[in-house]
């Protein structure tokens, strides 16, 4: 048995077969899932505030839903096992940025400016990173705006910095990564060169169409 397989173990339900240190790890990730999921409804709160404020400044709802997730345990093991991490929980916090993730739909490609702008000017709220694959496309056509922040969680005997990872997009944006993670996926993640091109082409159609629906409204707006 691996040393990947022995830790993994600790979370298959069979808490007994295993020694002191394996269980203390599994204690140990019950209380980082619940600060993370603690992290993740307080950045929820954030955006359903600043969703609200539009509503009633605007008139409009910029997000049209959130959506989040938090890493099962053994996700997080085996990223930390293939990148090389220790497993621990200083090098969980230290080195993984996206167990807590957030995913946030807007309408229009300027909501998502609008709204990271708005989340990163709070006090409480530092930012550790930004991806732009809005101005930066990756290489397959995938679009969105990825920040990485911390902020600040109070328990009941002390305050706790949580890293979670906020993403970006709009609608269209959204249907196109669901459709081709779908594909890439039946494909064992290697799709053919044909198939890559017209994922590619997809995701451009999907971008000209997005700013034509934003001209749009911008014109509609201005009658």
Known sequence: MTELEKVLGTFDGEEDTHDVAD???????????????????????????????????????????????????????????????????????????????????????????????MLMKQDDV?????????????????????????IPVYFSDRKQFIKVEVQIRTMAMDFWASLEHQIRYKTDGRPSEDISNELRECAEIIHDTDARMERLYKKMQSL
Do not use: W
Request: charged share 30%; net charge positive; with cysteine.
């Open 23 to 117: 269980t203390q790890l599994r204690r140990d990730f019950e209380v980082a899932m619940m600060m993370y999921a603690g992290a993740i409804r307080e950045v929820r709160t954030k955006l359903e505030v600043l969703n609200d404020e539009f509503k009633i400044r605007s008139r409009r709802n910029p997000i049209h839903y959130i959506n989040s997730r938090i890493k099962t345990p053994a996700s997080i093991l085996e990223k930390m096992h293939r990148r090389g991490y220790p497993v621990t929980m200083e090098s969980l916090r230290e080195n993984m940025h996206d167990i807590a993730g957030i995913r946030v739909i807007c309408a229009y490609a300027s909501d998502i400016y609008s709204i990271a702008d």
């Open 126 to 150: 530092m930012v550790l990173m930004v991806k732009d694959y809005l101005k930066n496309p990756k290489p397959n056509g995938y679009r969105s705006l990825h920040l990485v922040i911390e």
